[in-house]
Each structure stands twice: as C-alpha cells, then as structure tokens.
C-alpha cells in the first residue's frame, strides 16, 4: 500500500530563515500533491497544490516542489516568521481515486 | 466565505452509546469525508460520500457507518462506542473529486469512558 513519510516529527528553525519540509512517498506517484497546514485544535487548511507535470508552484513565501523520479516533495517557507509555527500535512490524490492519502505531518517552530 | 460547520466541539460518551457526530458544508460540494486524527497516526480516511445516499469506505471504516440524505450533511455514526474511538473527528467537503482541494470543519474531540 502507499506510505507517505514526512521528515522529522518537529522541526525548529530560528526566524527569517527558510523552512524546508520534506514529504516522501513509495511506489506510484500520485496525480496531485497537496499541503495543508494545521494549527492546535482546527481542523487542516489547504496551502498549495503542485501537479505531476509541474516540478515548482509558488505562492508569496511558499514553494513546493514535486520530484517523481525521487518520489519526493519539498515545502519551502522563505523569510520564516513565528506566524508560520503550525503542523504541515502533505496529501497524495491519485486520478483513479477520490480520496487523498495524508502524511502525518511535520510540526514546524519558528523561534523570533 | 466558504464554511464546514461540525456539531460539536467537544464530546464526551460512554462505552456503548451510540454517537451521531453531524457535519454540514454550505458551498454546495459533491465530496464530503469523515477522518480521525490521532497523535502519530496522522489523518485516517474512515468514509466518504461523492453524491446523496452515495458512500464508499475509507481506510478504517470498521465501527463506523454514515449516513448522506442531502447534499449538505454527512453524518458519521458509531453504532456502539468503545473506548479506542477516543479521537478528534475531522469532516471535510471538496468541489469534485481529483485536483480539488478539501475544506476542513473544526473537529470534534470525542471522549469515550
């Protein structure tokens, strides 16, 4: 079956440098990858969206980058800010399916 | 604004009881789906719906059963609680499926004693 990994469980970086989360998968590459970001006690809120053809997406100070050969993603948060601490899911969805597969996510803190 | 409103925050029932958690979404979407949330664990598919009365199991969908009688409300049961549905109870609803992404209510933290 499809295992997702997320890098470390935790990750603290100092603020206003780049925040960089790692999302690995096995076997098939999906058809879209998703990240959300979680804050305490509410519910997942959609960030980006990168196809499988696509190899970079933006917005303001995220990136996320898709690698099918290395069957892996990278979330990129530039110019990190303590507003950024938060846990980060990433999600595969597959064309042939419509559900998503979610990572356990990795929680990220950013230290003023 | 787009919403996905659950019925309950915080919950608290006894092994045995059976438990309706309700979720409503206002931005008239095919998809709706029910996850559990646990610490390491991460978010577990338990059913989802692509259209009323429509449901299709998730990855742990054992105790569980839903119910779709109109668009905007899906509803997750547990027909006999135990102690290892102690949970947070996440519902999300997307446009269609494929491409789109999944709006998220707030969650229900369910105690089973």
């Known amino acids: 079956s499809q295992k997702i990994e997320q890098n470390s469980e935790a990750l603290n970086i100092q603020e206003g440098k780049t925040a960089t989360l790692t999302c690995n998968y096995t076997?098939?590459?999906?058809?879209?990858l998703q990240w959300y970001r979680q804050d305490p006690g509410r519910g997942p809120v959609f960030l980006l969206l990168i196809r499988e053809n696509e190899k970079e997406k933006r917005k303001e100070r995220l990136k996320v980058t898709f690698d099918t050969t290395l069957k892996q993603s990278l979330f990129h948060i530039t110019a990190s800010q303590p507003a950024d601490s938060a846990t980060y899911l990433c999600a595969l969805e597959y064309s042939s399916a419509s559900k998503i597969i979610f990572g356990s996510g990795t929680r990220l803190s950013i230290r003023p | 604004d787009v919403k996905v409103t659950q019925s309950s925050r915080y919950l608290v029932k006894r092994t045995g009881e059976k438990v309706f958690l309700e979720c409503v979404q206002d931005?008239?979407?095919?998809?709706m789906f029910w996850y559990r949330q646990d610490p390491g664990l991460g978010l577990r598919l338990i059913y989802f719906s692509y259209d009323v009365k429509m449901k299709e199991k998730g990855d742990i969908p054992e105790g569980y059963s839903v119910s779709r009688e109109k668009k905007e409300r899906f509803s997750l049961i547990l027909e006999s609680a135990s102690t290892n549905q102690t949970s947070m109870y996440l519902c999300?609803?997307?446009?269609?499926?494929?491409?789109?992404?999944?709006?998220f209510g707030p969650g229900t933290r369910l105690t089973v004693t």
């Open positions: 076997n098939y590459s999906p058809a879209y």
């Open positions: 931005m008239d979407h095919e998809n």
């Open positions: 999300a609803s997307s446009l269609s499926t494929v491409s789109y992404e999944q709006y």
